[in-house]
């Protein structure tokens, strides 16, 4: 069965470069979420999207910025990274026709120097 | 928001041991998930579960929505079994909330 692809699997950048993670959903999947996850913690909610609309929004910083596109792909944009960004950020997709049951991708893992 | 809690936070076991991880949430939900992070940082699902019982081999878990917990059960325990395990809410709000994890060790 196709699973959530996530690209690239790891990522080193430089203080103060910019990232873009993508996401593939699950065909047919209609929300898309993603987290950030740092070290020895629980993934935090980033930001959502139902049918390629923004649907809600958490502690994502003012640098980062997200859309999901015709193709439902969706990309997370991360500017001005700090060292502190370095994490391993997921995508998951779910649909609410089968009650909203959540895949995760493999995660991308980001490092910044 | 929606509180998760989880208990125990770390538990070592010898291999063939049983184990139960509680899951606790603070206002009803629309969905309930356990998932186990495997060394890799991989997020496997292992139930979808809002409320009821499902069993999947050596795992089973109960949802008690009315009472607001559940309880991920996990016998004859194997190495591979070692890892995180994270329980995820969903209530009015289209987010997952995840709770802080059991880190759970088993030893040979």
């Known amino acids: 069965a196709a699973g959530v692809i996530q690209s690239p699997r790891h990522l080193i950048k430089e203080k103060r470069e910019t990232a873009t993670l993508k996401c593939y959903p699950i065909?047919?999947?209609?929300?898309v979420y993603w987290y950030q996850q740092g070290p020895g913690q629980d993934p935090q909610f980033l930001i959502s999207?139902?049918?390629?609309?923004?649907?809600d929004k958490g502690s994502i910083p003012d640098r980062f910025s997200a859309q999901q596109f015709s193709d439902y792909h969706s990309e997370l944009n991360m500017s001005s990274l700090e060292l502190g960004d370095s994490a391993l950020y997921f995508c998951?997709?779910?649909?609410?026709?089968?009650?909203?049951?959540?895949?995760f991708g493999q995660g991308t893992r980001l490092t910044v120097v | 928001g929606i509180q998760v809690e989880q208990s125990p936070p770390d538990l070592i076991l010898q291999e063939g041991a049983n184990s139960t991880l509680r899951c606790n949430f603070s206002?009803?939900?629309?969905?309930l998930q356990w998932f186990h992070q495997n060394p890799w940082g991989q997020l496997i699902n292992l139930f979808y579960?809002?409320?009821g019982t499902k069993q999947n081999g050596r795992l089973s878990a109960t949802t008690v929505a009315t009472e607001r917990y559940s309880l991920l059960y996990i016998s004859s325990s194997q190495t591979t079994d070692s890892g995180v395990y994270f329980c995820?809410?969903?209530?009015?709000?289209?987010?997952?909330?995840f709770g802080k994890g059991t880190r759970l060790h088993i030893l040979p």
């Open positions: 579960i809002p409320s």
């Open positions: 065909p047919r999947h209609d929300t």
């Open positions: 995820a809410v969903m209530n009015r709000d289209d987010k997952i909330i």
């Open positions: 999207f139902y049918e390629k609309m923004q649907s």
């Open positions: 998951a997709s779910s649909a609410e026709a089968t009650g909203g049951e959540a895949f």
């Open positions: 206002d009803s939900v629309n969905n």
